[in-house]
């Protein structure tokens, strides 16, 4: 392993840890263009950790946590248009 890919992993992981946390202290909420981001970030870059790895557990994880977020800021950004 590379140390980019290293990197890589890292960055994606603490843009994770970071929404979660924000969340927790209610600095952030769930339904908010945000948190959704840092999780589709986040968890992009976890998809080519995974792949770097070769562990499907963590790969089938992180793509269907990368789609939900997408699908959470798409429609996010859905509601802001129709509504302004």
């Keep these: 392993m590379t140390d980019i890919t290293l990197f890589i992993g890292i960055l994606g992981m603490l843009l994770l840890l970071i929404a979660f946390v924000l969340n927790l ?3 952030i909420m769930q339904d908010s ?4 981001a840092f999780n589709a970030i986040g968890s992009g870059l976890l998809i080519w950790y995974a792949y770097a790895l070769g562990s499907i557990p963590f790969l089938v994880l992180e793509i269907t946590w990368t ?6 800021l798409i429609s996010i950004f859905r509601k802001r248009h129709e509504s302004g």
């Design 25 to 27: 202290f209610k600095k």
């Design 67 to 72: 789609l939900f977020a997408v699908y959470k």
């Design 33 to 36: 263009a945000t948190y959704s």
